[in-house]
């Protein structure tokens, strides 16, 4: 708060503001407070507030305070008013002034009568980690620094103005353009941009998609079991009621499916979190089967689909029937997820249902976005994808010969 004495007007803060900039005292005084109104006449209420400040220690020993003319007009008070208050706290010993020198605080509080202040606690760093075996995250000590650099001095400098206005909550044009096009000749989908939406990832797609859904009157949803634990929360959190599926070798199992209220679903086809199952071709046609029965969706999350070794990487979901199956991506188990970057590829019927249930989301920033197009079409994208798989085949071959010999008795799954 600022200092509000007699005739001071709203422009004392942001005057305040950017003195407070050069002066570190100016900017004390913006945290003193409004002293009370009543009886006391003005030069009191200032000596008051600025005693309080140096009790306190908000106003240390040999911090200069403002000149008596500067501080004078910007409380909007004659000098007559700070000179009176600066004289009085030199009589108490408060402030001490020199001729040629600026009148400076001469008193420092007890430490044993003091406030106590709080003190500042670094933040600790995480405990060094030599293996990380986290899953799902992909070799950031890889990540294509030069050309993601290079991508985003480009969109930097070749951005035309209205790109830099307020993003649209749907995604760039060009991202989702892109996006689409990527999709259809690598996962098989059946994508167009209109039918895309940048978000910030799976988990962010998953609650719009959930938001949509719950808008249609659809309130409960099934899920793999065992499955991705953030994903439960994200479902949940907009209020509906899940209900656990069994997942065997061949994926979900939609018998179990077919047993509950559910008439939407989330399911992991190509590459099923935690097992790492592939949603079998006879399971995914029945599944497509049963969301026509039940005028329901399946969510499709294309979860570490470009990384297969023992066989072709299959073909998304969504291409065999784009009105019931939503598909979730991102680029956080290729690239980073720190970047932040997904996407959600919607049916058609559902996409102004899908605006108008997430009313203030909002995409990632718009330069962002422009630098993944920018990797992706300039090629960078699917050279980095082909470098990475033969690191992660070299990495997986080794795992499993180690582990083949030192555990003899364990079955490698997924």
Known sequence: M???????????????????????????????????????????????????????????????????????EELGCSRWVVTEAYGQLIAEGYLAARRGSATRVAWSPDPDTAPPRPRARPVPAPPPIRYDLAPGLPDLRAFPRRRWADAVRSVTGSAVHYDLGLPDPAGHPGLRTTVAQYLRRSRGADAHAAAVSVCAGVTDGLVRTCRALRAEGIADLAVEHPGWGRLRDA?????????????????????????????????????????????????????????????????????????????????????????????????????????????LVAPAALTPALAAANPVAAAPPVLDQLALATFIDRGWYDAHLRAARRRFRVRRDLLVRTLATELPDARVAG
């Open 235 to 343: 479902a949940t959190s907009v209020g509906l009621r899940l209900h656990p599926v069994p997942v065997d070798r061949d994926g979900l199992r939609v018998d179990a499916l077919a047993r509950t209220p559910a008439r939407a679903v989330v399911v992991g086809a190509a590459h099923q979190f935690p097992t790492g199952t592939v949603l079998s071709p006879a399971r995914r046609a029945r599944l497509v089967r049963w969301a026509r029965e039940v005028d329901g969706y399946v969510i499709e999350d294309d979860y570490d689909a470009e990384f297969r070794y023992d066989h072709h990487p299959v073909a998304v979901m969504q291409g065999m029937d784009p009105s019931r199956v939503f598909l979730l991506g991102s680029v956080s188990k290729t690239l980073s997820p720190a970047l932040g970057l997904g996407w």
């Open 2 to 72: 600022s200092i509000t004495l007699g005739r001071c007007g709203s422009a004392v803060r942001s005057n305040l503001v950017a003195i407070s900039q050069t002066n570190s005292a100016w900017a004390t005084l913006l945290e003193i407070g409004t002293p009370e109104r009543g009886s006391r006449r003005l030069h009191d209420r200032l000596a008051r507030a600025l005693r309080t400040a140096i009790r306190d220690g908000r106003l240390a020993e040999g911090a200069a305070v403002p000149p008596s003319r500067a501080l004078a």
